[in-house]
């Protein structure tokens, strides 16, 4: 069974389409949460980009971070995390260039992760570098 994330939500909304068990250990979901209205207003998961491009994937955060930019409201917030292969939430933290592009937008305190029940920060101090940099 899918862990829910642990939020008010009064829309309609599945998490199935976003967990795949062959990817779920790299794969990381966002949702985009009013949290005025309590409904996710949009989600989605990280991606891979392929060979023929100058980026190894596109991250969760820079996905909702764009739209929050096209889409602004200050009541959204930004959560991230990744599902084990059982459906249990697993927290995520931004990497160095998520930490780096939210702080740019002013985004820093609107990104968040889950932690058991509760919220907190996905922003930390002294935040890894990628995978994908970290092979560079």
């Known amino acids: 069974m899918l862990e829910i994330p642990p939020l008010l939500i009064k ?16 794969s990381v979901i966002w949702i ?3 949290k005025k209205k309590k409904v996710i207003v949009n989600q989605g998961r990280s991606r ?3 060979v023929n491009h100058r980026k190894s994937s596109i991250h969760a955060e820079q996905k909702a971070i764009e739209y929050c930019r096209k889409n602004y409201s200050r009541n959204y917030e ?3 995390w990744r599902y084990n292969k059982a459906g249990q ?7 160095y260039a ?3 592009l939210a702080q740019k937008y002013n985004f ?3 990104i968040y992760t889950f932690y058991g029940s509760r919220r907190c920060s996905a922003i930390i101090n002294n935040p890894p570098l ?7």
């Open 98 to 100: 998520c930490t780096l």
């Open 32 to 34: 985009i949460y009013n």
């Open 48 to 50: 891979p980009c392929g």
């Open 78 to 80: 930004i959560y991230i």
């Open 130 to 136: 990628s995978l994908c940099y970290q092979m560079n």
């Open 108 to 110: 820093s305190n609107n």
């Open 11 to 26: 829309n309609k909304v599945s998490f199935e389409k976003l967990h795949d068990i062959e990817s779920c250990n790299v």
């Open 89 to 95: 939430i697993k927290r995520k933290y931004s990497c």
